[in-house]
């Protein structure tokens, strides 16, 4: 087990009914700026529950926080916010508002230049706008968590920060905000989520047994609710535990002391910021080309994960086995996992690999995917899909 | 699943050589007051990294806190406390060290009155000395809670609180600390935090399908690893392992949403207190019985530790079964599981059961065990012990 630190200040406030506790969550005198997406929370009677809860207090607002949250468009939140001297951020919506509402508390106080050095230079802030959250899509587990990733439109751009200072003081979960979610808006999460534990798990066996069980202690929920959520909407607690199965995937718990890859995200984002598909879909069709790509580097961890969460009995190819029913997770939620299944060919794909090149980024957990392994794993992505 | 709020601040600082951060958790300016207990410190090593960490600050020192801390003693610490205006107190040892400190934390700023009344009577202090602590010895996960269990020789009572000031500011858990422990006290915390998982774990279907999970996630590596670390007492991944456990069995996470137990610890305290025996010991012999007794309401769920931990194929002695398991594995660790190994007779049963009624007090998930079903239980740890 390697050494590890771990610290998380973020209050959950779990439950039915939950948004009404906004009222002693946030301090009567606070000045605040109310963060939104498309409006959504208009129509499902969430902004409802929100203003009554805060009826009195001096509340801006900023909606059209995009899907993989835009740099230009939370400039000019952060220029509001400025202008109007707010105190505290409220972002109101999915993982997108919230990530963007992180950017903003910290681009706010950023006095020392183009605060996209946050994201391009990992320039660290040294104070930030406090915030709180209304989560209403179980996915990115921001709401438990330090992360944020924002794309920038001119530059096709999508990347990612941590900061201590991007932790939200509380975050509101009532499961029963998304009972109306599209459908493929909750396949989407719960393949979101799934990708985050796998991104903290999928690696090489590293003497850490518990962390390990608590990574499948997730994966087998996940599998096992995620399918019922989309033929269920209204059943509270399987969204529950879906909800509390996002936020326990990235809140750093399963990643203590163990090795972590992340190539799928990275590989991922740039898709995203190129072709615009949704985040889910793009980890969908990257994961299980990593995992072959890499097959003999996970084969340990890839045969325990088919034993313990699949049960598929003893045999020379667990690790291939375990690919394949990750895969019909997928589809059997909706998704695809092939890039040609979406119209993208191989035209663009060194100039994705040469942009980690370019950042000087090798990926996975002994950093031995480099340029032509990026393309070697984006290649794989074209083949049939299974039937 | 039930509603539920999930806050815990502490920074868990955990690995080889962590020691020696104490110099960077610890502010330059503050004034220390150092708790500690009979003295293995200063055998191990340990006191000597401390020392060194914190070399050029002001450092008072208050040793001999026993094991189930005393009030009396707290209150000569809490004296010094106040006495030399330390600002910061830093508990080195194990839970009953740290569970002390807690309360010296909270006693030291306590001006209404008498602090035993934090115990007593749930007065709520309103500020306190902030706390760190170097963990020695895995097991009451007091490390990463804001528990604390204080005993007072003058009524042989053992009572406990809960105060989101106790919770360290930081914990150091450095796995290479334990290798020295005497082999009753680690297979005491491996019960300890065991019956931990327990309390929050077996009672009823609850529709947490991810807690349940997680917290077999402990079950299942402590009944792995503990035995282990008997036979390989300096295999550092092990130690590790059973560490993390510990602070894992009780910081909240597998309480969220479900139900709770604690018959076993609230009957064990009371018999430590009478009697002495050690914390974990009352563990083994009570929580079987509390099982036994309690069959009926706790079927489902021991059916479901039966097939999940134990592999039990199925059968109609489940339930029964796993508790025979369970006992077996207490008795593996050099346990024993029935008051009448420890020459432990029936003449004080109506005492303890009386001591929950005054205090108006029912047990259980249910509140179902009153004074009747307190004598019940503990008529049942006399039976013979199995073969």
């Known amino acids: 087990m390697d050494n590890f630190e771990f610290y998380n200040p973020v209050k959950i406030v779990f439950g039915k009914g939950t948004i009404a506790q906004l009222s002693s969550l946030v301090p009567a005198n606070r000045k605040l700026l109310l963060t939104y997406g498309g409006g959504s929370i208009k129509q499902n009677g969430v902004y409802d529950q929100v203003k009554q809860a805060l009826a009195g207090r001096t509340v801006f607002e900023f909606g059209g926080i995009e899907a993989n949250p835009r740099y230009e468009t939370l400039m000019k939140a952060t220029q509001l916010a400025r202008e109007k001297q707010v105190d505290m951020l409220l ?27 946050i994201l391009a230079q990992h320039a660290a802030p040294e104070h930030a706008l406090p915030l709180g959250c209304v ?29 201590p200072l991007a932790f939200p003081q509380f975050s509101i979960i009532d499961p029963e905000t998304t009972y109306t979610l599209p459908e493929r808006q909750a396949a989407n999460g719960v393949v979101d989520a799934f990708a985050h534990v796998m991104e903290q798990y999928m690696t090489f066996p590293a003497h850490a047994p518990l962390q390990d069980r608590q990574a ?25 535990t879906v909800c509390w199965c996002a936020a326990q995937a990235l ?32 980890l969908a069709v990257i994961m299980p080309a990593v995992w072959r790509h890499q097959l ?51 035209d663009r794909f060194e100039e994705i690999a040469g942009r980690f090149e370019r950042r000087g980024l090798r990926l996975g957990e002994h950093q031995a995917i480099g340029k032509k392994e990026v393309v070697e794993i984006l290649n794989l992505c074209l083949q049939s899909p299974p039937k």
Chains 1, 2 share one sequence.
């Open 251 to 282: 809140n750093g718990v399963i990643a203590c002391g163990v090795p972590q890859d992340w190539t799928t995200h990275m590989i991922g984002h740039e898709i995203t910021a190129l072709y615009g598909l949704d985040h889910a879909q793009t």
């Open 91 to 117: 972002a109101v919506g999915g993982g997108s508002v919230l990530d963007g509402t992180k950017f903003i508390a910290l681009a706010a106080g950023y006095q020392k230049g183009d605060p996209w050095d």
């Open 216 to 240: 499948e202690a997730l994966l087998a929920t996940l599998i096992e609710a995620g399918p019922q959520i989309l033929q269920q909407p209204r059943n509270y607690n399987l969204r529950a």
């Open 296 to 346: 003999p580097g996970k084969a340990e961890k890839l045969a325990q994960y088919a034993r313990r969460i699949w049960t598929i009995s003893e045999g020379e190819d667990l690790a291939s086995r375990a690919i394949d029913k990750t895969e019909a997770f997928f589809r059997s939620l909706g998704l695809k996992t092939r890039l040609s299944e979406y119209g993208i060919g191989a």
């Open 135 to 163: 989560m209403t899509l179980p996915a990115t587990g921001s709401e438990a968590n330090m992360f944020s990733v924002v794309s920038r439109e001119s530059t096709h751009e999508k990347l990612a920060f941590a900061h």
